[in-house]
């Protein structure tokens, strides 16, 4: 097996994966970004948590890092508006949360009430992965708003108009090269709750 094979085999997990807003509030304030880096991480259902991935240099990864808690919500396919409010901007020079209803959940996380459904999460545990952080959470609340099928990345492909798939490319492309610099920078230290 080649490294090309291994990457376009790894590419299914990824084009495959849920659009997810991440929302966190720290210091009285709320952000939000889309992630697609979301596994379940146990077995046992009653104790639900996953594993979620967060690149670092989002300014969402500064709230879920001092908070340590944030709201997954998945969305539904015909909220792409969303993808491109919470994912093609910083929060660092816009308010991403005007026009939008939420309210605060039980861990302070903003709850979007116009998703598919949302899980309010703590973290346990994070990981360093050079340019991003895998937090390991458990889910303390959550609900299915709406019935049905959730947006994967694939349908934001599929559905997004030519012109947000050139910006979102522009913004992969320096995303990646951004990457390149850290990804292999890991810090092994253990992580410290």
């Known amino acids: 097996m080649s490294i090309e094979e291994g990457s376009a085999?790894?590419?299914?997990?990824?084009?495959?994966?849920?659009?997810?807003?991440?929302t966190s509030s720290w210091d009285g304030k709320v952000n939000g970004q889309i992630a697609v880096t979301a596994v379940t991480s146990s077995i046992v259902?009653?104790?639900?948590?996953?594993?979620v991935g967060i690149w670092k240099a989002n300014y969402t990864h500064e709230f879920i890092t001092k908070s340590k808690a944030f709201t997954i919500h998945l969305?539904?396919?015909e909220q792409?508006?969303?993808v491109k409010n919470f994912g093609f901007?910083?929060?660092?020079?816009?308010?991403?949360?005007?026009?939008?209803?939420?309210?605060?959940?039980?861990?302070?996380?903003?709850?979007?009430l116009d998703a598919h459904s949302y899980a309010e999460c703590k973290v346990l545990n994070a990981m360093d992965g050079g340019d991003m952080t895998a937090f390991l959470v458990s889910v303390v609340d959550g609900k299915v708003l709406n019935?049905?099928?959730?947006?994967?990345?694939?349908?934001?492909?599929t559905d997004a108009?030519?012109?947000?798939?050139?910006?979102y490319?522009?913004?992969?492309?320096?995303?990646?090269?951004s990457s390149m610099e850290i990804i292999h920078k890991i810090d092994y230290s253990p992580w410290k709750p």
Not at 45 to 50: M, N, T, V
Not at 169 to 177: N, P, Q, R, T
Request: hydrophobic share 40%; glycine share 8%; proline share 8%.
């Open 75 to 77: 969305l539904r396919r």
């Open 89 to 112: 901007y910083t929060g660092r020079e816009r308010e991403k949360f005007e026009n939008l209803d939420y309210e605060l959940g039980v861990t302070g996380s903003p709850v979007l």
């Open 147 to 157: 019935a049905g099928p959730w947006m994967t990345l694939n349908d934001f492909y």
């Open 161 to 167: 108009p030519p012109d947000w798939i050139a910006e």
């Open 9 to 22: 085999v790894a590419g299914a997990f990824w084009a495959n994966s849920p659009v997810m807003a991440i």
């Open 169 to 177: 490319g522009e913004k992969l492309v320096h995303s990646v090269s």
């Open 45 to 51: 259902h009653e104790i639900p948590r996953l594993l």
């Open 80 to 82: 792409i508006k969303l």
